[in-house]
């Protein structure tokens, strides 16, 4: 393990001490899903329609239903679907939800600029950069502590090799976290195959 990564990993497990700053899943700001309910469906359908989903998003922001943070994001998860993998897109609107973010400000942006963090660190990690995506993954874990921010970043370490390491880490969190968070880590774990060894053995 090299200096870096211990240094990483002493900065994420600084973040999980700070429990008083934990933030839930339904409170947290940027939030794409949440803003728009119907985006989980429309990607897990078989024959994802990319343009169908663009157009929603964008209509939804012409109507003012949703700021321009919120449509730059879910585009980008667009951008990153398995069936478009449009590369040069992402990295793009990465860029533009951090200047719309920043141009927004306002009590949320943090947790704004956290979403560029984790949009940056998943383009990072399906270009094979896994190392450079657990960093994104941790700052965007150090500005908004949610369950999903965690969850990527095991399934960084998982990726790459640290699995020790990571169960070390979701005991460490499991105690830490409350009751709420612990479950929506572990309904996360449940579900995602990047994260299928956490899965397996006894874990406190």
Do not use: K
Not at 149 to 159: D, Q, S
Not at 180 to 204: E, F, N, Q
């Amino acid at each position: 393990m090299t200096t870096d990564y211990l240094g990483l990993l002493e900065r994420i497990l600084d973040a999980v001490d700070q429990r008083a700053y934990f933030v839930s899943s339904e409170c947290a700001g940027g939030d794409d899903e949440r803003a728009l309910p119907e985006l989980s469906t429309m990607l897990a359908q078989s024959g994802f329609d990319a343009d169908g989903v663009r157009a929603y998003v964008r209509g939804e922001h012409e109507a003012g239903r949703i700021d321009n943070v919120v449509m730059l994001s879910a585009l980008h998860v667009v951008a990153c679907h398995p069936a478009v993998g449009a590369w040069e897109e992402a990295a793009r609107l990465a860029g533009a939800q951090e200047l719309a973010a920043l141009q927004l400000g306002g009590p949320h942006m943090d947790d704004n600029l956290a979403s560029v963090d984790r949009h940056r660190g998943v383009l990072a990690y399906l270009l094979g950069h896994v190392g450079i995506a657990l960093d994104y993954f941790a700052r965007a874990f150090e500005r908004q502590r949610s369950a999903e921010n965690l969850t990527n970043i095991l399934a960084a370490m998982l990726r790459l090799g640290e699995e020790s390491e990571a169960r070390d880490l979701l005991v460490e969190v499991r105690s830490s976290f409350p009751p709420t968070a612990v479950s929506r880590i572990d309904a996360i774990i449940d579900m995602d195959p990047d994260l299928a060894l956490l899965r397996t053995g006894d874990i406190a």
